[in-house]
């Protein structure tokens, strides 16, 4: 939690610019620039650094892949970013490109200054290299004699090379992580790091000959190597606020309130990072966050896989401000979410068109057939009106606590429920009817609801605003907020009556327009038993009970070794565990197969609490064909005994790897 005086400095992951991004890395932006949006609603000093990471090989790569100098390459993907930032409303105070001088050069003073203290230094490596991991594998992580990650061929190389003493501070950091348990997170995230570091730690080989590497930082110390490109780009955190440069600067940023970071890059933040900083004897950022994952159709989405998703192309057909409210709504932090237009379409539909934007418009066109246009002055107040003004002042209060636990879905859950409020408050109060009344105590009353009813949605439109700033905007405006409190202050979302009585509302102006579902399911060429309307669940409880009868047929038959043989069984560790929403029976799971993760859905729900399955090695049929279950993917399926009530997880006797074969 930040303390009063304390400044917010948040950062993303800087992108590498060997391609265009794609709704993973928006994601990262997109967080960390509602959260820097909420702190300045909060009044809080806020600073937001997103940018770009433009050497290594990686880059190198795509650049003469593209038929172009590496830094022709950097300067023509680094607008791609800058481009997507802007049309996103992304609001970062600074942009660092790491082939700028002022990164550049503070790379290098730190590198000669371990160098010289003996942090820094040289001896021989030697290992199979992977040209498109840029980095070494160990005999036991190469599979099939190949680089574990891509799949591809390795090298065997010795080389002279210059390493960075990490190991040695590997009960330091053991211990610093133990005594600061809100220095990784989430929880899984840390135990994740102490697991890592329950093994020797060695040292980090910071070079990368020219010969080989040729675009990256010069060490200052060897003209013949670079460095390694983790080790450059991590001090982006602090060259750009003015480490070695601008002491007041510095100061007034460091440590940083989050590192924002994908779960795919936690070794180099939780274990690199840490060290460096404390061989340069600085202190530690407060926290590193890793959130999930998004995936399509179970798998992590990514330019390899072939299924990204472009976020320019989902702006230009439903808005920004939808965009921004769907990924922030519908990935609990931490854990990984699956992506399908279909998904938004509906949540936007239920949450937008919906709630948000229906109760706008029955407010808007009451305040405008009864009274002008102008916001009735609120008369006596009832228990239903305090209620409502005690949902929305609640809501306020759990959305700040939600922005300081990292707990954004549950943030906006809350705001939906005074939305919702709103609606069953109308029911109740069904202003409606009172419009029709001649009697004067009547047209108090509907004054009340309808201030009422305003104010609620002033609040929840203040709560929305981080998140959706241009759509809340106009939103306020119809409602008749004051022109300076437009951009709302928390303070004032914490305050009921705010809304100045005859003011005047503005005109509807369709804020969130219906997405036509049929219409939309036409164009990705969906089948309705994709869904899980009611009608496939007619359908799926016929193939449930099918199923059953088709197991009961199977007792009798004989298989040979060659129909068993099709059936794929392997060890996989799960790694994360969630209820499915409205199913009780089911837990959705997170598993590695291997070098593969994925995602499956199993009705052991009644057996297994989520937290009791996290870290099992299991065993599932890895071939099986992907369904949809109650809406969630599944791909897979795990085995499990079952005797009347009793369900027991089928799993390996001792340790071995995921992926392994079962026969
Ligand atoms: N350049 C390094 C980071 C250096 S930070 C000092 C890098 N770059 S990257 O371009 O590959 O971006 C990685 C980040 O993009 C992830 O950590 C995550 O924040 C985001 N995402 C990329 N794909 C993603 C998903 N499919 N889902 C969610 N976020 C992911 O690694």
Known sequence: MNQPGESFYVTTPIYYVNDRPHIGHAYTTLLADVLARYHRLLGV??????????????????????????????????VRFQELWQKLGITHDDF?????????????????????????????????????????FTDKELVDGKDPI?????????????????????????????????????????NETLGFLRKPLGDLCISRPKSRVSWGIDLPFDADYVCYVWFDALVNYISAIGYRRDDAGFARWWPARYHLIGKDILTTHT???????????????????????????????????????????????????????????????GQDASFSELGFAERYNA???????????????????????????????????????????????????????????RGLQKVAEVVRGCNKYFEQTAPWKLAKSEAEADRVRLGTVLYSAAEALRIASGLLYPVMPTKMAAYRRILGVAGDEAEPHLDQLKQWGRLPAKGACGQLEGLFPRIDIKALEKELGLSAEAKPSGKSQAKQAKQAK????????????VIGIDQFRQVSLRTARVLEAEPVEGADRLLKLQIELGQERRQLVAGIAQHYRPEEVVGRTIVVVANLAPATIRGVESCGMLLAAKVGKTLRLVGVDGEIDSGAEVS
């Open 96 to 136: 660092i490109r790491t082939t700028e001088p002022r990164h550049t050069a503070v790379v290098q003073e730190i590198l000669s200054e371990l160098y010289e203290r003996g942090e820094i230094y040289a001896d021989s490596y030697a290992g199979w290299y992977s040209v498109g991991e840029e980095r070494f």
């Open 271 to 333: 274990v690199y990072w840490p060290t460096m900083l404390h061989a340069m004897g600085l202190p530690m950022p407060k926290t590193i966050f890793a959130h999930g994952w998004w995936l399509v159709q179970a798998e992590k989405m990514s330019k390899t896989a072939g299924n990204v998703i472009d976020p320019i192309a989902l702006c230009d057909k439903y808005g920004v401000d939808p965009l921004r409210y769907f990924l922030m709504a519908e990935m609990t932090l």
């Open 150 to 190: 891509s799949g591809r061929p390795v090298e065997w190389l010795e080389e002279k090379a210059y390493f960075f003493r990490m190991g040695k501070y590997q009960q330091w950091l053991v211990d610093y992580i133990e005594n600061n348990p809100e220095f990784i997170q989430p929880e899984h995230r840390r």
């Open 546 to 557: 099918q199923a059953k009868k088709d197991k009961q047929a199977a007792e009798n038959v």
């Open 45 to 78: 000093d806020t600073h937001f650094l997103t940018g770009t990471d433009e050497h290594g090989q990686k880059v190198a790569q795509a650049a003469s892949d593209a038929g172009r100098s590496p830094r022709e390459q950097a300067d023509a993907t680094v």
């Open 351 to 409: 949450d937008l068109a919906g709630d948000l934007g229906n109760m706008l418009n029955r407010v808007i066109r009451l305040i405008h057939s009864s009274f002008g246009g102008a916001l009735p002055e609120p008369g006596p107040s009832e228990a239903v009106d305090q209620e409502l003004s005690e949902l929305a002042l609640a809501a306020a209060a759990e959305m700040q606590q939600a922005v300081e636990t990292m707990a954004l879905d």
